[in-house]
Each structure stands twice: as C-alpha cells, then as structure tokens.
C-alpha cells in the first residue's frame, strides 16, 4: 500500500483516520500475519485472532512540550517552534533540526524495547507538517521516516497505526495537535463555529474519508475514534460508543473502533477502576456492531493496582489497546506518563537565544540507551498479563 495516498485528504480538524499496517511496502510479505476485522475480533488470514497489546509514540512526529523538552522560552506547540526556527534560520536548517531531534528520540533500538516487553503494536501519531509545507506543498521526503518505523516494527513484529494526531491548521485548544488555536477564535469566531461538527457532520466526514481509503486500498484495517464534544437534543456526546454509528449505516467494512480514556483524579482509585468498569460495561453493550474495540490512548496515572486493573480488564475483555506513552519527561520512574522516564531531568533548549549548534546539541540528547530508564511499575504490570497468542 502506498502510505502517501491514504493522507491526500486530510481533515482540517481533529478528525481521527487511521489505517492499521504491517509493513508500508511490503505489507503482503507475511500474509499468513496480515490483519482483518471479523465480527468482533481481528484476526490474520489463517483466521487465528490477534490481540494488539502496545504503546502509542508521542512526541516522536508531534511534540507535545509538556512531556519533551522542546523548549525553554516558554513557546506552546510544534507549529510555534518550526515558526521560529525557520525565521531565525531558514526552512533547511529548521527541517535539519527536527530531524535531530526525531532520529535521537526513537531508533530501532527503542523497536528492540518495545518488543521486548511483550507489545506488539505502536500507534503513530503524526503532525501533518512532517508530510507537507504549510502551504499543502507534499515534502519529497515527507514519508520516508514513517515507512523506515512500519517496516522496522513489522520487522520485529510489531503492528503500526497510523494516527493523523494533527491535521492542517490546529484544531484544539492544547498542544496535541500541533498548533494550538486561541480560545478567541475558537469559540467565538462565526466561520470556525460554522465550521464545527455537529454528530451527522463528523459521520459523514468519516465516511468520506473511509471511500477515500478505499478506493485505492481495499484490504488494511481502518479505524475511526470516538471523539466529538456535542449534543444531540438534550443528550451530551463525548469521547465513547455514542459518538460513533453503526457500521451498517455506511456499509462499512473492515473497521476496528477506537476510545480513549483518562481519569485526571490520579489519587482516587477507585474512580479510576470504575472508568475501566465504564468502558468494558460499554463495549459489551455494543457487541452487535460487529466491530472489534480498540482503546487507542490512556493512562491510568500512578497508581499500579489501576494499571493492573485497567490491562487485566482489558486484556481478558478482548479489547486491544495502547497505553500513552513511550517516553516522556513529565516526572520521574513514580510518574505514569512514559514507560521510559528520564535519569535525570533533560535540559530544553531556548530556541529564542540559543545558537544553532547549542540547539542541535540539546535536542541530540534524548536518546533513550543514555538518558532514559524503564518504569519499573509499568514493567511489573505488563509482565503479570498472559503472553500474546504466537
């Protein structure tokens, strides 16, 4: 499959399309590994069912400054930091530095890792400026670091899922998808409120991109997230199964459906198992979609009976899933947020004053061989789940 035409059209909002992988040019090498919804299971083409156990890759193809040390000048997002960059410096040089940066945080050695742990499965999110110029110009290149990933994790055994994390313009309030919109804009402005999807308006858009997929790629797994904040009469639609249609109203095919969680009271254990409660009392509710589920991001926070409760749930429930995240510099081996955490705290460049080798030396840094260590809560906890099917 030719990963470059799945993104030719993407959403300029955060709209979720994801296309589950083995390999982006040797997807069909395996075959007897390749994936395929079935009823609500996957399952590879000998019809043995799979489960997806893993680990989503921020910050890697989308900084996210709270859990990276992008910067110490105090910007808030990636678009703002490529802004500066290429003002100071120029695009080339720019570009150089952030492919500094991504070839010090991840390498095939973290692959190693990752399998190690008994995961096989990483989702990919990705900002849309590592594939095209701000003004929709396709890089040459754009593609290259995310076909070296699938082909090395496929490698390994290991699943990707592509994740269009930030789509064309910024489109939250937060940092994660790249480029942060001002509340101003965001909520007050007519065009952008006009702009907005209400539930009927995101299915189509799904479905649009869905045939979009299709009619070049018939056979990968595509999964769509449940992730809207609106309303349907009186009735609030959030981040779960109401937020997503029946497959049958579209006809589609081969879809995994994907929830996120997070419980943000991180000392109070027993909410934070009775959100897992919710989702798998959920799930089983929706059995008659025929669709396997897929929790595609959460973290139970630092409590290890609710990272045992959260992967023993899912895991014997069926769903598949990706914690978040690989590495992040939020805390220290106490804190949840990576699996691997920094020795010691990594020092951010500031891209305001610093030169450029300064710059480049700094982001070099954060190799995890050197400068990272393993959870060790998380590493007890995946090592209690029953080991995946062979």
């Avoid at 919710?278 to 979609?289: A, L």
Wanted: aromatic share 12%.
């Amino acid at each position: 499959m030719d990963i470059r035409r799945c993104f030719r059209n993407m959403p300029a909002m955060r709209l979720v399309m994801m296309v589950l992988l083995t390999a982006a040019s040797i997807s069909y090498a395996l075959p007897e590994r390749f994936l395929k919804a079935k009823g609500n299971v996957l399952q590879d083409t000998a019809g043995k069912t799979l489960q997806l156990r893993g680990v989503n890759l921020g910050c890697w193809l989308i900084m996210e400054p709270w859990m990276c040390p992008m910067d110490s000048s105090g910007l808030k997002d990636e678009g703002s930091a490529r802004d500066l960059l290429e003002k100071r410096f120029g695009q080339a040089t720019a570009d150089s530095l952030f492919q500094d940066w991504q070839e010090s945080w991840f390498d095939e050695s973290d692959l190693d890792r990752i399998a190690a742990l008994g995961l096989n499965a990483v989702r990919l999110p990705i900002w849309y400026r590592n594939l095209q110029t701000e003004d929709g110009q396709w890089l040459p290149d754009g593609f290259k670091r995310i076909d070296w990933f699938v082909q090395s994790a496929w490698k390994r055994g290991i699943y990707t899922i592509l994740d269009l994390h930030g789509a064309p313009g910024g489109q939250t309030k937060g940092e994660s998808t790249g480029r942060i919109r001002p509340n101003a804009e965001l909520w007050n402005n007519e065009a952008h409120l006009a702009r907005t999807p209400s539930l009927g308006t995101l299915w189509s858009t799904y479905d649009r991109l869905y045939r979009a997929i299709r009619e070049i790629d018939p056979d990968h797994v595509i999964s769509v997230e449940g992730c809207i904040n609106t309303r349907v009469g009186e009735k609030s639609i959030g981040w779960g199964w109401d937020a997503l249609p029946h497959p049958d109203l579209f006809g589609w095919k081969n879809m995994l459906y994907q929830l996120h969680h997070y419980e943000w009271d991180w000392n109070d254990l027993d909410k934070q198992k009775r959100g897992i409660d919710f989702h798998v009392s959920e799930w089983n509710s929706h059995t008659s979609y025929g669709v396997p589920v897929y929790m595609g991001e959460f973290n139970p926070m630092a409590q290890e009976q609710a990272w045992s409760h959260a992967l023993g749930k899912f895991t014997e429930s069926g769903f598949s899933w990706t914690f978040w995240t690989y590495k992040a510099t939020h805390g220290t081996g106490s804190d949840s947020w990576g699996l691997y955490n920094p020795i010691k705290k990594p020092v951010a460049p500031n891209l305001a004053t610093d030169d450029l080798e300064t710059i480049r030396t700094k982001w070099r840094s954060n190799g995890t061989t050197d400068h990272y260590a393993l959870n060790p809560m998380i590493q007890k906890t995946l090592s209690q789940l029953p080991p995946l099917s062979k």
